[in-house]
């Protein structure tokens, strides 16, 4: 797949089957319209395009800057990629972008920068200034220059609208399992692993203290959780504790992993972690040594799950 940081920045020759929206989660939902859209690549001998946007546009013209999504920009990108996507634009939200006329979006960006062959976009679509257009416009504009507007059913929109809801409010009550399954894969965290208190190690439970560097990111609600990662092109698997180390007095949340039968220094290397299960509530311990048998029966639990897991 080929990433671009703007419409300007692509280039093809070939002509593409379009579609817009921020995609936050690549979920279930998402993934039907993604697939609608290489599949009519593949058989139009077009490439598949995906426009989106960053910031969210929600941060520039609402001043949202409390949001929180279930992608980082690399997650979303690594996953359309996955999908089968051609060409993934990400490009930058600001005011002037949102102040092109509906006309000037169509024929500027849609026409001569994609070379539109065919839009798949929702029903309840709307764009250029003000947002005022809607599919019935982009419509005549597809008559006007030689593309088609395939519509997304009502269906399939309210699957992703309920998607989207029920996954945030799952990770924020620590419902993992569920959100996994309306995101059709694990749950990512992604970050760069940073020096910690190394306390950890002290107990014989060394961690892998993970920087999120996106404020935007959704992090699931404290906890203890079953996770994995792919390290030197192994799946590696561990225990993740989300929250702000009580028994030690931390004040600070961190996000610690504690990988199995694994020790390598993994100080400044960026990790993908994919979250499994949630174990428990993050606890305080009334001493160290107590905090370490609860890690040790925290072990024992994941070792059990996943024997069962690969039985």
């Not at 080929?2 to 070939?14: P, R």
């Given at each position: 797949?080929?990433?671009?940081?703007?419409?300007?920045?692509?280039?093809?020759?070939?002509?593409?089957?379009?579609?817009?929206?921020?995609?936050?989660?690549?979920?279930?939902?998402?993934q039907?319209?993604?697939?609608?859209?290489?599949?009519?690549?593949?058989?139009?001998?077009?490439?598949?395009?995906?426009?989106?946007?960053?910031?969210?546009?929600?941060?520039?013209?609402?001043?949202?800057?409390?949001?929180?999504?279930?992608?980082?920009?690399?997650?979303?990108?690594?996953?359309l990629?996955?999908?089968g996507v051609?060409?993934?634009?990400i490009?930058p939200?600001?005011?002037a972008?949102?102040?092109?006329?509906?006309?000037?979006?169509?024929?500027?960006?849609?026409?001569?920068?994609?070379?539109?062959?065919?839009?798949?976009?929702?029903?309840?679509?709307?764009?250029g200034?003000?947002?005022?257009?809607?599919?019935?416009?982009?419509?005549?504009?597809?008559?006007?220059?030689?593309?088609?507007?395939?519509q997304?059913?009502?269906?399939?929109?309210?699957?992703v609208a309920?998607?989207?809801?029920?996954?945030?409010?799952a990770?924020?009550?620590?419902?993992?399992?569920?959100?996994?399954?309306?995101?059709?894969?694990?749950?990512?965290?992604?970050?760069?692993?940073?020096?910690?208190?190394?306390?950890?190690?002290?107990?014989?439970?060394?961690?892998?203290?993970?920087?999120?560097?996106?404020?935007?990111?959704?992090?699931?609600?404290?906890?203890?959780?079953?996770?994995?990662?792919?390290?030197?092109?192994?799946?590696?698997?561990?225990?993740?504790?989300?929250?702000?180390?009580?028994?030690?007095?931390?004040?600070?949340?961190?996000?610690?992993?504690?990988?199995?039968?694994?020790?390598?220094?993994?100080?400044?290397?960026?990790?993908?972690?994919?979250?499994?299960e949630r174990?428990?509530?993050?606890?305080?311990?009334e001493?160290i040594?107590?905090?370490?048998?609860?890690?040790?029966?925290?072990?024992?639990?994941?070792?059990?799950?996943?024997?069962?897991?690969?039985?």
């Amino acid at each position: 797949m080929k990433i671009f940081n703007s419409i300007a920045s692509y280039k093809s020759a070939k002509k593409a089957i379009v579609t817009i929206g921020t995609f936050d989660g690549v979920h279930i939902g998402h993934q039907k319209i993604i697939e609608k859209l290489t599949q009519k690549a593949k058989n139009l001998d077009c490439e598949s395009l995906v426009l989106t946007f960053f910031p969210h546009p929600r941060m520039v013209l609402q001043g949202d800057s409390d949001i929180k999504l279930l992608n980082t920009i690399d997650e979303k990108a690594l996953l359309l990629e996955k999908a089968g996507v051609d060409n993934l634009i990400i490009h930058p939200f600001d005011q002037a972008f949102s102040r092109l006329t509906a006309e000037e979006f169509v024929s500027k960006v849609l026409v001569d920068a994609f070379h539109v062959k065919k839009i798949i976009i929702g029903h309840d679509h709307r764009f250029g200034r003000n947002r005022t257009a809607t599919i019935n416009d982009l419509e005549l504009f597809g008559k006007q220059f030689d593309f088609e507007v395939e519509q997304i059913s009502v269906q399939e929109i309210n699957e992703v609208a309920v998607s989207s809801t029920k996954i945030r409010t799952a990770l924020e009550s620590g419902n993992v399992v569920l959100a996994n399954t309306y995101l059709g894969y694990e749950y990512l965290l992604s970050g760069i692993v940073i020096r910690g208190k190394q306390l950890g190690r002290t107990i014989g439970f060394p961690t892998a203290n993970i920087q999120i560097q996106e404020s935007y990111k959704l992090i699931p609600k404290q906890g203890v959780y079953i996770v994995k990662s792919s390290i030197n092109d192994n799946v590696v698997y561990g225990m993740m504790n989300i929250g702000f180390n009580p028994t030690v007095n931390g004040t600070k949340l961190s996000v610690e992993v504690h990988f199995l039968d694994f020790d390598s220094d993994l100080y400044d290397k960026t990790l993908v972690i994919s979250v499994l299960e949630r174990i428990r509530e993050e606890q305080k311990f009334e001493s160290i040594d107590d905090l370490k048998k609860q890690l040790k029966r925290d072990k024992e639990y994941v070792i059990s799950f996943l024997k069962n897991q690969f039985i």
